[in-house]
């Protein structure tokens, strides 16, 4: 038989520690570190993706407009918006009607109805009632909507629209 001597022996264990300790790092440790690198660049991704979000947030908190009742002296430049408003999306204006002023049974405001008739397409009357809420000057409702259709154009609608604006008390 072979003997072994201290150095020897010393030096196989050593060996061996070794050899047990590269298989372990190859068939453990290394699938764990490829693992967690790959949960790193998730991570990463998904803290980019909050950082666009939070940017977002806060442009549109900039962005965010206080819409206010009108005052009566400004009744003409609100209307002068909502037409301006209606022209820019190819609403034709035929009639603008404003009625008397009402009693909201609210005690911060009244409301002024206004009589509309015009002409457009399903498209340009849908982008028109979309953009009511993203008027400046005050606050606007549709309180009521008549949609017929032209007897010579079938594209084209004639609409009647009550709106109801919001005026301030002050």
Do not use: H, W
């Not at 009402?102 to 002024?112: A, D, H, P, T």
């Not at 549709?142 to 009550?162: C, F, G, Q």
């Amino acid at each position: 038989m072979i003997e072994l001597n201290r150095e020897k022996l010393i030096t196989i264990i050593a060996a061996g520690v070794v050899i047990i300790s590269a298989g372990l790092y190859l068939l453990l440790y290394r699938p764990l570190i490829n693992k967690c690198r790959l949960a790193g660049r998730e991570c990463r991704g998904i803290e980019t993706e909050v950082s666009r979000a939070y940017e977002a947030i806060n442009l549109l908190k900039q962005n965010v407009k206080k819409r206010t009742f009108v005052f009566e002296k400004d009744i003409s430049i609100a209307m002068d918006e909502l037409t301006k408003e209606g022209r820019s999306k190819g609403i034709n204006f035929t009639s603008i009607t404003p009625g008397k002023i009402e009693n909201s049974g609210n005690s911060r405001c009244k409301i002024l109805p206004i009589d509309i008739d015009i002409e457009s397409t399903y498209k340009e009357l849908a982008l028109f009632l979309g953009s009511l809420e993203e008027l400046d000057k005050g606050l606007v409702t549709v309180k009521n909507i008549n949609i017929t259709s032209d007897k010579e154009k079938k594209a084209k609608l004639k609409t009647r629209l009550i709106l109801n604006m919001y005026l301030s008390y002050q």
